[in-house]
């Protein structure tokens, strides 16, 4: 391999990395048990029948690049402006080994998934909650959700009082 290669390929990692690290923060993908995250949404079922404001769970993992995408358009401030409306959160999925029961739940076939949902009974499994709105939120293979303004729109539209 030339040395000018091994430069070039330094660069293109570099620069690749640099990308990643100006994404969503570290925090973002958190792994957590079954009971840990079963403890997690009850306490947000619990908040959102007391403050109404509905639930975001997002079904996500570190390696997914519309995950990694969909993370990073929530990090500017008008998607975190219509994020403050919600109770999120992001269940990392691992490579598909946590959570599968949850994801399956909701007719999951793959991630980036968001579920909106505006919970009636904490008691219930959150799949049977009523949903607001659900579906694949792929920034980078679904040009329709590409944008922060098409995320907001989404999330503004599963808030939307329905008729």
């Not at 590409?146 to 907001?152: G, Y």
Request: charged share 20%; hydrophobic share 45%.
């Amino acid at each position: 391999m030339s040395r000018y290669f091994r430069k070039a390929v330094v660069v293109v990692l570099a620069l690749w990395s640099g990308a990643a690290l100006a994404g969503p923060p570290a925090d973002h993908w958190q792994v957590r048990s079954e009971a840990e995250l079963a403890s997690r949404v009850q306490a947000l079922c619990l908040a959102s029948q007391k403050d109404k404001k509905p639930i975001l769970l997002e079904f996500s993992a570190a390696w997914c690049g519309d995950c990694r995408a969909a993370a990073s358009l929530e990090q500017q401030p008008e998607v975190k402006a219509e994020l403050a409306h919600w109770h999120h959160e992001v269940i990392d999925v691992g490579r598909f080994e946590r959570h599968q029961t949850l994801l399956r739940g909701f007719g999951a076939q793959g991630i980036a998934y968001w579920a909106a949902l505006q919970p009636t009974d904490c008691a219930a499994p959150p799949s049977s909650w009523p949903k607001l709105r659900t579906g694949s939120v792929e920034p980078t293979s679904d040009a329709s959700l590409a944008t922060a303004a098409q995320l907001i729109a989404w999330l503004t539209a599963a808030r939307a009082p329905k008729p």
